[in-house]
């Protein structure tokens, strides 16, 4: 959620500043602005909409090679010209970006109020401006130090000031802040993608840390240590992987990729011989996993409904109990921490606010917890005692889809390994393995018949209201199907276990309210019908994702055929069409397929 964006250096900053808030732009946001240091002084431009309605504003020549810029999503006070960032001081010489939430903004404000000062926003954010800009300390790092430890909350900063325009000042604190090393020029983004065209060397700051950038280098800093020593990263993206190319949308080429990336991140993590999976980066012993007794897996949104899916797959492989809860809620309820339960944090961009929060609870109270992360170098992943990075590449589109696939794969290959440390037999796990290996041919399957797919979609599109159904391993996948209709088509879509309906939701059932059922080829396929036949006699339309060779005996009015797999892998199979009937059903409407309303990529605050 927002984006920031800084560049020190000898090129003109404005360019570089509105290229990056472009890569930014699917982090979600309503405004955007920048600040441009310049010769005769300061330029600040804020626009409500989009990057394009500022880069229209910026004049055909500003000068200056220092700056910042930010895309803002509004938490307080509304998308206005006077609420985007950047924030200034009163007299215009401090600029302030910021990601995240000042939770004592309210306290500051009136203590800076009784001083006199005039506010003109009604952000947290102009605080930091003003805050910065009263302090009496000698140099900019020392003001911003002395500002920031008046905040409470979370945040990501950047500041730059007219007195000292040499130089950019970052603070993090929650937020993730990377600064980018190039030559005799540097970058500041919160988000690698907006780095990629320039350089491949990074420096993720921490907690607590500070960095003073110039076009010369950095030194980042707290306030107990003058120099935390910090050394660069360098990162493994290409400026292609965050580019649109030949297709109509992210969500479309991330859909399309599937089949090589899950090849990609299957490549050396299979041990035939021996049945089991390659995962050094858990840094668990053999012995150390067999010690477990329970599995706790935390996730928001995709990322919990694909925990529950990978509970399923850890307690049947590895007959240990496995649960899924949402992280978002974890930390709230005082949880017990139990030293012989491995717990397992699930992020596509490894800056979940919620999840991150989640793995500090757990480790202040002395838990083991590994991290199933995409991004490389991002806080969940450097904040965990091990983990298995998914290698899904960039993901932009707000939709998770390759990047929730191979948080299936993810668990498949750890509940394996789990599996074979205890009684799973090297039969079952070469069986597993030869699933695995068929993914993505069959992966591509399922994409090679999208045109089906889309036809049904289109009939979906109307209705304004959906069930999807499914059961013990289907569940997951109906909750699943219902978030990504519901983040892009805006249609209400709910998720039932199939076996709850005459509980309740068949009251709801008539013409006007389509169902997706999940019905795989499996023990539960005969009662999953029944259901499905139940739908239909009270005038229900049924779309029924399955297997060839399920007999559905007419009580579907669709049906999407799946490669049929391993039981435990098939649900990673059913869900790519879900994938594909929330991109046609929000394509049929018209609607921003990478950048739905009200939502963000990364959701970095509470």
């Not at 925990?307 to 949402?326: N, Q, S, T, V, Y």
């Amino acid at each position: 959620m927002c984006g920031i964006v800084g560049y020190i250096g000898r090129q003109p900053a404005a360019p570089i500043l509105v290229e990056g808030l472009n890569r930014l732009e699917y982090r979600g946001y309503d405004s955007a602005g920048l600040s441009v240091l310049g010769p005769s002084g300061a330029t600040t431009l804020r626009r409500v909409g989009r990057v394009r309605d500022l880069e229209a504003a910026l004049p055909r020549r500003l000068a200056g090679t220092v700056g910042i810029g930010h895309t803002r999503w509004a938490t307080h006070g509304p998308a206005t010209e006077a609420n985007a960032h950047p924030h200034r001081s009163e007299d215009d010489r401090v600029a302030v970006v910021h990601n995240g939430i000042i939770d004592n903004a309210a306290a500051l404000r009136a203590g800076l109020e009784a001083e006199g000062v005039t506010f003109s926003s009604d952000t947290d954010t102009e605080v930091v401006a003003h805050l910065v800009r009263r302090s009496d300390a000698a140099t900019l790092d020392e003001r911003v130090l002395d500002a920031v430890d008046r905040l409470v909350g979370t945040y990501a900063l950047a500041v730059v000031d007219q007195a000292d325009p040499d130089r950019i000042v970052v603070a993090r604190n929650g937020s993730p802040l990377i600064i980018g090393v190039g030559d005799k020029e540097m970058f500041v983004a919160s988000d690698v993608a907006a780095l990629v065209r320039h350089t491949s060397s990074v420096i993720h700051l921490d907690d607590g840390e500070l960095a003073s950038v110039t076009a010369r280098g950095y030194r980042t800093f707290t306030r107990d240590a003058a120099d935390t020593g910090r050394t660069p990263t360098t990162i493994d993206v290409e400026a292609q992987d965050v580019e649109l190319g030949a297709h109509a949308s992210f969500m479309a080429k991330e859909i399309a990729e599937q089949p090589e990336t899950v090849a990609r991140m299957l490549g050396g993590r299979l041990d035939t011989r021996f049945g089991t999976a390659r995962l050094d980066g858990l840094n668990i012993t053999p012995r150390e996993l067999r010690a477990f007794t329970r599995v706790k897996i935390l996730g928001c949104g995709s990322a919990f409904y694909v925990g529950e899916l990978g509970a399923l797959m850890i307690e049947e492989l590895a007959r240990i109990p496995a649960h899924a809860e949402a992280a978002s809620e974890f930390r709230y309820r005082n949880p017990i921490i139990e030293p012989d339960t491995l717990y397992i944090a699930v992020s596509q961009s490894g800056e979940t606010a919620d999840t991150a929060f989640a793995v500090r609870e757990i480790q202040r109270k002395g838990g083991r917890v590994i991290g199933l992360v995409n991004v490389v170098g991002s806080t969940i992943a450097r904040e965990c005692d091990g983990g298995i990075y998914l290698h899904a590449g960039p993901e932009v589109s707000v939709a998770s889809t390759k990047a929730l696939t191979h948080m299936g794969v993810g668990f498949a290959l750890l509940a394996l390994l789990l599996g074979r440390v205890r009684d799973l037999s090297v039969a079952d796990g070469q069986r597993i393995i030869a699933g695995l290996q068929r993914l993505p041919d069959d992966i591509a399957a399922v994409l090679a018949g999208e045109d089906r797919i889309a036809e049904v979609a289109r009939g979906l599109a109307t209705a304004q209201s959906l069930f999807f159904i499914g059961r013990v391993r289907g569940f997951p996948v109906a909750r699943e199907g219902a978030q990504k209709l519901k983040e892009i088509s805006y249609r209400h879509a709910e998720a039932y276990q199939t076996s709850e309906l005459k509980h309740g939701p068949l009251a709801l059932i008539e013409e006007s309210l389509p169902t997706v059922a999940v019905i795989p080829q499996d023990e539960l396929t005969e009662r999953n019908v029944a259901a499905a036949e139940q739908i239909r006699a009270r005038g229900g339309r049924v779309v029924a994702v399955t297997h060839p060779g399920v007999e559905l005996d007419g009580v579907a009015d669709h049906r999407i055929d799946v490669p049929h797999n391993e039981p435990e892998l098939d649900p990673i199979l059913l869900m790519i069409p879900m994938q594909l009937l929330a991109l046609h059903a929000a394509m049929t409407r018209g609607l921003d397929i990478d950048r739905p309303r009200n939502l963000a990529k990364s959701v970095t605050v509470e």
